[in-house]
């Protein structure tokens, strides 16, 4: 699935001028529009509005760079529920970077689909990442153009198989880009996945084995690496993690990046992810 499979053109709310508002204001205001317009019974809107507001009272759902995410898992709708809508003039929201924000994706996801949601909100604050694509949105003037600009940038679709068939180990030696492939990791939906500080060959052949050192010099960015140890459930995935990697500029192809290998399993005992809320 793709994210606008999961938001109607009659949950986009363009070019509002909401500047003066507080942020319960603000999303109260979005959820009442989104109930006028059917994305859920009238009946449920206060319960879905506390059950936000619960959330947003934890931590700030602004990212940061005019984005907001408020979202919450309620069993008051059926289905994975996104509302959208943009604020041009931008609104206070008590963001991390406190600027005012200027786009809001709402979700709403029912309380059993908590890998879909955690699946979907990465996908979601990836794509808000890409500046041009933002800017896109922000001055969309229909749902339709507001749909098909995350079309055109979202080509790879959320699976929901839970059944794990691969165990994948990914060496990575910039470091930097750890934020970037924890994301990652979340958006494909890898499972039970560990993180394991790891000191590279050349390194050790260079300073720590007595019979090589003084005779090698390690030319590598980093001595040291992060490896990552997890279960997939498709080839299919495999494919798109690669490709995620190559948006944050990690080529596996160039020598000292690191790699990625992938081990079809004939069983897999275990591996179920806790439960996480975020």
Known sequence: MYIIDYLKPSAIFLNLQEKKKKKKDIIRGLIELAAKNNIFP????????????????????????????????TDD???GTIIAATFPSGIKYGSMDNKPVQIIFLFLFPGSENKEYLQILAKVARLLGDEAVRHKLILASTPEEFRATIAKNDIIPIT??????????LALSDQKKMQ????????????TSL???????????????PIFAGLTYYKGKSPYSKTFIGILNS???????????????????????????????????GGIPEQMDI
């Open 77 to 79: 709708v059926q289905a």
């Open 160 to 169: 929901r198989s839970t059944e794990g068939r691969y165990v994948f180990i």
């Open 235 to 269: 080839m299919d995935q495999v494919d798109y993690l690669n490709q995620l990697l190559l948006k944050e500029d990690i080529d596996l192809s160039k020598p000292g990046a690191g790699f990625l290998l992938t081990l079809e399993t004939t069983k897999i005992i």
């Open 180 to 191: 970037d492939v924890i994301s990652n990791l979340m958006e494909i939906g890898a499972q």
């Open 195 to 209: 993180i394991i500080d790891s000191e590279t060959l050349e390194k050790k052949l260079t300073y720590d084995i």
């Open 42 to 73: 009238e009946d449920k809107k206060d319960r879905i509005f506390e059950s936000i507001i619960f959330r947003e009272q934890q931590t700030t759902t602004g990212i940061g760079n005019g984005i907001a995410i408020p979202h919450c898992r």
